[in-house]
């Protein structure tokens, strides 16, 4: 299984960024993915979801109506596109997936049963 975020970088206050994942070794269509953000000296925090049933979203309630999480099942690649950003939200974020929790609040909220984690890629937002 491997998960390759990009698309982190610099942005100001208000402004906007896209995440991509690509996931291999496992396919979308049977499993759950989603993403959880780390600051300095944080704990991770679960942020959003999307089932491999129906594909449903499933978000924490700090991006709700800022994130949205979408998937191209063709090409096995999910997208975080954050909007009005601000300065809280620079953190390192993480493409995650687990073969066994289901996409909903266990999974954003049980960071250490998530089996495997992306490298991540640093967002910084400055004010």
């Known amino acids: 299984v491997q998960l390759q975020a990009s698309g982190g970088g610099l942005v100001q206050r208000g402004g906007s960024l896209r995440l991509s994942c690509r996931a291999s070794?496992?396919?979308?269509?049977?499993?759950?993915i989603g993403w959880f953000r780390q600051a300095p000296g944080k704990e991770r925090e679960g942020l959003s979801c999307?089932?491999?049933?129906?594909?449903?979203?499933y978000y924490a309630d700090s991006v709700k109506g800022r994130f949205t999480f979408s998937r191209d099942g063709a090409s096995n690649t999910v997208y975080l596109q954050m909007n009005n950003l601000e300065p809280e939200d620079t953190a390192r974020y993480y493409c995650?997936?687990?073969?066994?929790?289901?996409?909903?609040?266990?999974?954003?909220?049980?960071?250490?049963?998530?089996?495997?984690w992306g490298k991540g890629t640093q967002v910084t937002v400055s004010s």
């Open positions: 999307i089932s491999s049933s129906d594909r449903s979203t």
């Open positions: 995650v997936t687990d073969f066994e929790t289901p996409c909903g609040r266990s999974f954003l909220r049980n960071s250490y049963a998530i089996d495997y």
């Open positions: 070794g496992f396919n979308l269509d049977h499993f759950p």
